[in-house]
């Protein structure tokens, strides 16, 4: 339970520094440690519950055919900060970088959207 106990304490620290900075929320030490010592109990109890295999599949980049560029673009949405995000790459069918961009946009839209939208930045 040693290092599993040691990374749960320290992303509820983490957690409890973004929630203080980001919502002003009061931090409580005293229950970090009770807390990381349950929270690692109940994962070693569910890692031993059975082997459920859920089908993850890799993504995996696929080049476009050798006279074309592919471009992969992505959206999001930032509900906290009221606004959206895209970001872009063109490559090669060698995988070679042509082209990447990054922005923040508002008012709030939809990640398609965004990602329709990062094709023209």
């Known amino acids: 339970m040693g290092l599993s106990l040691f990374l749960i304490i320290a992303w509820r620290i983490w957690l409890n520094r973004n929630e203080i900075l980001f919502r002003g929320s009061d931090f409580l030490l005293p229950q970090t440690l009770p807390f990381g010592v349950k929270y690692s109990e109940e994962y070693i109890a569910a890692r031993g519950m059975g082997n459920t295999a859920v089908g993850h599949k890799q993504a995996k980049w696929c080049k476009p055919d050798a006279d074309m560029i592919k471009i992969n673009c992505d959206g999001a949405i930032f509900q906290l900060e009221d606004c959206s995000g895209w970001a872009s790459i ?32």
């Open 90 to 121: 063109f490559r090669t069918h060698e995988g070679l970088v042509i082209l990447t961009g990054a922005g923040r946009m508002e008012p709030l839209l939809e990640p398609d959207v965004m990602e329709a939208t990062a094709i023209f930045k």
